[in-house]
Antibody, heavy 118, light 110 residues
Framework: QVQLVQSGAEVKKPGASVKVSCKASGYTFTSYDINWVRQATGQGLEWMGWMNPNSGNTGYAQKFQGRVTMTRNTSISTAYMELSSLRSEDTAVYYC???????????WGQGTLVTVSS | QSALTQPASVSGSPGQSITISCTGTSSDVGGYNYVSWYQQHPGKAPKLMIYEVSNRPSGVPDRFSGSKSGNTASLTISGLQAEDEADYYC??????????FGGGTKLTVL
């Protein structure tokens, strides 16, 4: 079955960077975009950006421009999201999701909790 | 891009029907038939329930339906069941070529 499995929880200090991985299985990794979405505790969903695993092309939400980098390793069907210059407000669960069409995300990874604390 | 507007909470009794609204603008909901809905149980990842306004992925019960009128999209759940209690989020493609989410609605099954 189609599945996305993310890396484990991270604790980072302010100013550091974090890199979250998302391993795809059950489908051809290069055939679908990957979206990244985050959710602060008790808050709603926030779209961060997309990556095309075939071309490596990316598009980021304006809010994260300059701080986020989305990459992939097609040999192991894994996508990565790296967020730099972390601050406490970046504490959230980060999700990857397979994207089809213009606004269809299915399935989602299980989420990765990133905690930013001094 | 401002978040889409959803009611903070809705409730209904088992067997009843409820509708969750999602209001945007002509630059998002009103301008494109690319509205999707997600269900999220506590501590779990979101799950796609509706895409392209009214399409259900395989495996989603036909109790879930979506529609759109003008700048407002709606998710209707008929024959409410206890397991439907969750948070629901709408999302729309926008004229900025990026998606936007609604603030989320907590559904309580009484």
């Amino acid at each position: 079955q189609v599945q996305l499995v993310q890396s484990g929880a991270e604790v980072k200090k302010p100013g550091a960077s974090v890199k979250v991985s998302c391993k795809a299985s059950g489908y051809t990794f290069t055939s679908y975009d990957i979206n990244w979405v985050r959710q602060a505790t008790g808050q709603g969903l926030e779209w961060m950006g997309w990556m095309n695993p075939n071309s490596g092309n990316t598009g980021y939400a304006q809010k994260f421009q300059g701080r986020v980098t989305m990459t992939r390793n097609t040999s192991i069907s894994t996508a990565y999201m790296e967020l730099s210059s972390l601050r406490s407000e970046d504490t959230a669960v980060y999700y990857c999701a397979r994207a089809a069409g213009w606004n269809r995300r299915d399935p989602w990874g299980q989420g990765t909790l990133v905690t930013v604390s001094s | 891009q401002s978040a889409l507007t959803q009611p903070a909470s809705v409730s209904g009794s088992p067997g009843q029907s409820i509708t969750i609204s999602c209001t945007g603008t002509s630059s998002d909901v009103g301008g494109y038939n690319y509205v999707s809905w997600y269900q999220q149980h506590p501590g779990k990842a979101p799950k796609l329930m509706i895409y392209e306004v009214s399409n259900r992925p395989s495996g989603v019960p036909d109790r879930f339906s979506g529609s759109k009128s003008g700048n407002t999209a709606s998710l209707t759940i008929s024959g409410l069941q206890a397991e439907d209690e969750a948070d629901y989020y709408c999302s729309s493609y926008t004229s900025s070529s990026t998606p936007v989410f609604g603030g989320g609605t907590k559904l309580t099954v009484l």
